[in-house]
């Protein structure tokens, strides 16, 4: 079992930078593969980013691809978003995942965080 925990959220200005870092519990944490994912109000959860367990792969939406960096550090058991050139459609409710497979379907993620409010102003 993993237990995760998001932070970093906030309420930012439109081309301002923001990192979220998802702190995972248990020794296990390497033999995950972890993703970010995010909700805004009246949409359906959709996939961000997604890293390998050992953190050399990471895949991610295309339309995030250069704006957003996934990385982890297992001997911190935590994985980090950074997110720049934010923009006001960014803003969204941000969830950290661990799934036993690198993946992005949503489905396939067996833990979750509670997840991070990031609000970008125009």
């Known amino acids: 079992q993993v237990q995760l925990a998001e932070s970093g959220g906030g309420l930012v200005q439109a081309g301002d930078s923001l990192s979220l870092s998802c702190a995972a519990s248990g020794r296990t944490f390497s033999t995950y593969a972890m993703g970010w994912f995010r909700q805004s109000p009246g949409k359906e959860r959709e996939f961000v980013a997604c890293i390998t367990g050992s953190g050399r792969n990471t895949y991610f939406a295309n339309s995030l691809k250069g704006r957003f960096t996934i990385s982890r550090d297992n001997a911190k058991n935590t994985v980090y978003l950074q997110m720049n050139s934010l923009k006001p459609e960014d803003t969204a409710v941000y969830y950290c995942?661990?799934?036993?497979?690198?993946?992005?379907?949503?489905?396939?993620?067996?833990?979750w965080g509670q997840g991070t409010q990031v609000t970008v102003s125009s």
């Open positions: 995942a661990a799934a036993g497979t690198y993946t992005a379907i949503i489905a396939q993620y067996d833990y």
